[in-house]
């Protein structure tokens, strides 16, 4: 089983399962408020590369991951503009999905929208009130983190030192400065929910941990994130869950920072700023490679030189990959793929697992030199699960041409496999058939082939 540095405990430890050959993932998604940025990029992509891990390993994940429909940044932006605040939040969660779909990671198992669970958020901050955990001031409801024990784990802090650093600003009616806002009281021009305090509408943190535990249930396997996020949005998560009586993530991990650095940006790549613009510059696929060839908690440097290195890579690899298209079929090398697990298991190692692939393709290249197909084809087997096991897509060049048409069935049907409705699964995998297209299931998703091929 993998090892996981857990943001909580400071160090590296086995993921448990709460339930045997099932892995349940919440990372927290983005507020739709604007394009996704690059930092976003980075999140999706790390925990893109161990949800396809661990699926490859076997095991079955549940990956929840939401998007923030009500915020501050949502409603400042709708009001400048003259929009609804769900106007704002749907033309950004579209770009979102587009930015993401590009980047080839695999949508969320489940998707939930703050917006609906405003009941749900209401019933948790009445029950903290009611515990006495909570408390109402002129703007809002709080929560008292006195009431929590071991608050301050995920920014490795005691409480003491986390109150020295902060302060109660003038006019707030806060018992301790680190409570936070569980719900804000209505202001004018801002969309709201009823609730037992007055019209107003849930706060950030709030809303993660109802959407987590209701589609994870107690004692989920894994919280992640950005390490930004860490404090204080995971630990005040946790804190109303615990002020609740409920057991929260078993585990956190958090994925390092971006650095875009002050570098002059060439002139082949142009300039980029945010995630879209990244998308339009340069093949998606670089940017995964870039992510993967630094360890995730490690910082990384977006610039055009790592892109424009790691799109080198990239076609190094397809090269290879249409040089070994015709090899015969073979086992993939039993070795290379035990060395693969370990770099894997060994809190993700990426940049390991990378350089394995690299001396896996100087191999096969030198025995393809050498005219030596027995021992090359094993090895090009290798790289093959390798790239698929960490979402690169490879072309050799050879691929079916997908009709618009047939593609848009594949979609679907992914989307149906993905919602667990297997019976219209079942049923688009009929209709490619009668459009002579057979169908495989792959961890990757749908893949036809045509069947006179
Ligand atoms: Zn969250």
Known sequence: ???????????AAELELRDAGKVSLYACGPTVYGDPHIGHGRMVLVFDVLRRYLEWSGLEVRF?????????????RANEEGRTSSDVALQYEAAW????????VKRPTVDPHA????EQMVELIAGLVAAGKAYETSDGVYLSVDAVPGYGLLARQPLESLRSGAR???GEEKKSPLDFALWKKAKPGEPTWPS????GRPGWHTECVVMSLDLLGEGFDLHGGGIDLAFPHHENERAQAVADGKQFARRWAHNGHVQMGGEKMSKSLGNFRTLTDL?????????????LQSHYRAPVEVTASTLEDAARRLNGLEAFARRVADLPRATADADALDRFRAAMDDDLDTPRAMAELAGLVRAANTALDAGDAVVAAPLAAAVDELTRAVGLQLSDGREDAVPAEVAALVAERDQARAGRDFAASDALRDRLDALGWRVEDTPQGT???RKDT
Do not use: F, Q
């Open 115 to 118: 917006t609906a669970y405003v």
């Open 196 to 199: 037992p305090w007055g019209d």
């Open 97 to 104: 999905y587009h930015a993401v779909d590009e980047l080839g």
């Open 168 to 170: 109660v600003e003038v």
């Open 1 to 11: 089983m993998i090892r996981l540095h857990d943001t909580a405990l400071g160090r």
């Open 447 to 449: 893949r036809v082939h």
């Open 64 to 76: 929840v991951s939401n998007i923030t429909d009500i915020d501050d940044k949502i409603i400042r």
């Open 279 to 291: 998308l339009e510059l340069v093949d998606p696929r670089a940017y995964r490679l870039v992510v």
